[in-house]
């Protein structure tokens, strides 16, 4: 997602480059605030059942907070670089994890439906999505000339693989000493964030005295078309893709992206296992090693994808994506069986993979401007995905007493979102030639 500083953004110039630059400090922050709030968003997939058995609320109730967290998580995005742009990075991240520690830690006083819905899917939603990857992208893009893909691969890897790495932690704290204490480690480690960000943290290069790391001496930092109105280029850009087939096709196949993944498998993937008696704990563990495989398949993807035409990237991951979880449900049992590790080695893999194609067509047909915002629309469309993917396989959990139905349902999406990615129109002209034309 672009972001760039503001017409007024003072510049440094014949700085020599320090033997540690400050610009890999700002990123281990970040990566650190991104993985976080990964963890916080995830911990309620291995929560539901321990507040359920507490509170005799159904699956519907908890998949419906879970929901509301996704969908905030999504359409905040989009407008978290207006804040940013305005209030400064460090000022709204520390905010947005100050809100996610509080909301955690008051969780242990809830009674009612409307508490969780209140603390897990309103706030939490709204902080978290306050920290998604356009965060990353506003550091990448600031703070780096050179290794900035590197970076922002290593940023939306850290995103993904925080969603999972972090359940056996909190599967096991949950098990031993009850979902409070699981509750207060997500708002300690959110709190402890917050004090760090705050600390160190800074929004732009200059103000330590430095360039970006990698730039020239007579660095000038790029003028964005939409840094004195982003609010209202958010909504002019969105209005003007929204004219164009690849617009929702992006918008389509990600929503299904989400559906697939934060909305299915990370929010219900523990509770399906534990039904076929497999232990949370191995569950848990199970969707970590996921995180770790998603490491290998975004880096892997973004490599294809300087060399393969994306569109027959997105088609082969949803299609792959689509049979296997048409496979899960026979897969699934009180033990770890063989086959089940190939799903869980493939799912990893795929996990992400969409994002590089995605990202890439988003260049491609709307240009380096506007990509950014579009890619922001496209984001929340996955997340929508995935709180509507989370209350159906809830609903149909609840209604049916199993997630057969769930896991054939998102099968059968996948399917759809490959012959839509599909349609996708070529772009003949390269990225360079687009790249030189925008400058």
Not at 62 to 91: C, H, I, Q
Not at 165 to 180: C, D, K, N, Q
Not at 373 to 399: E, K, L, N, P, Q
Request: proline share 5%.
């Amino acid at each position: 997602m672009t972001q760039t500083d503001s017409p007024t953004t003072p510049r440094t110039r014949s700085v020599p480059r320090p033997r540690w630059h400050r610009a890999w400090t700002i990123a281990a922050i970040t990566l650190g605030a991104l993985v976080a709030a990964a963890a916080f968003r995830s911990s309620t997939g291995v929560l539901m059942e321990p507040i359920e058995r507490e509170f005799g609320w159904d699956r519907t109730t908890t998949s419906g907070a879970v929901s509301l967290n996704l969908v905030l998580f999504g359409l905040v995005a989009p407008f978290a670089a207006a804040l940013m742009d305005r209030w400064g990075v460090r000022r709204i991240v520390t905010v947005a994890l100050g809100l996610v520690g509080l909301a955690s830690a008051a969780t242990v006083l809830m009674t009612q439906a409307w508490h969780l819905w209140l603390l897990w899917g309103l706030v939490i939603g709204v902080g978290t999505g306050m920290i998604a990857l356009v965060f990353g992208a506003i550091v990448a893009n600031r703070w780096f000339v050179e290794r900035r893909g590197l970076v922002m691969g290593i940023f939306s890897a850290g995103n993904a693989t925080g969603q999972l790495v972090f359940l056996p932690v909190i599967a096991a704290a949950a098990e031993r000493s009850g979902w409070r204490l699981s509750a207060l480690i997500v708002a300690g480690l959110a709190l402890l964030l917050m004090a760090l960000t705050w600390l160190l943290l800074r929004d732009h290069p200059h103000e330590v005295g430095l360039l970006p790391y990698g730039a020239p001496p007579d660095y000038e930092p790029p003028v964005s078309p939409h840094a004195e109105r982003p609010l209202l280029a958010a909504v002019r850009v969105l209005r003007e893709a929204s004219r164009t087939w690849t617009f929702w096709a992006l918008v389509a196949t990600f929503f299904v992206c989400g559906w697939t993944t934060n909305g299915l498998i990370q929010t219900h993937f523990v509770p399906a296992a534990h039904d076929h008696g497999m232990p949370a704990t191995t569950a848990a563990g199970l969707l970590a090693i996921v995180g770790v495989f998603d490491i290998l398949g975004t880096v892997a993807s973004g490599w294809l994808t300087d060399r393969v035409d994306p569109r027959i990237l997105l088609a082969v991951y949803y299609a792959l994506r689509g049979l296997s979880l048409f496979t899960l449900h026979q897969l699934l049992a009180e033990t770890v069986q063989p086959q089940l590790w190939v799903f869980i080695v493939f799912y990893g893999l795929d996990w992400v993979a969409t994002v590089p194609p995605t990202v890439a067509l988003c260049r491609e047909h709307f240009g380096l401007h506007d990509s950014g915002i579009v890619f922001g629309w496209t984001f929340a469309a996955h997340m929508v995905g995935a709180g509507a993917g989370a209350s159906v396989a809830g609903w149909i959990r609840a209604t049916d007493g199993s997630y057969a139905t769930a896991w054939h349902l998102a099968g059968a999406l996948c399917l759809v979102a490959t012959v839509v990615a599909l349609t996708i129109r070529p772009v003949r002209r390269p990225v360079q030639q687009e790249a030189r034309a925008s400058a």
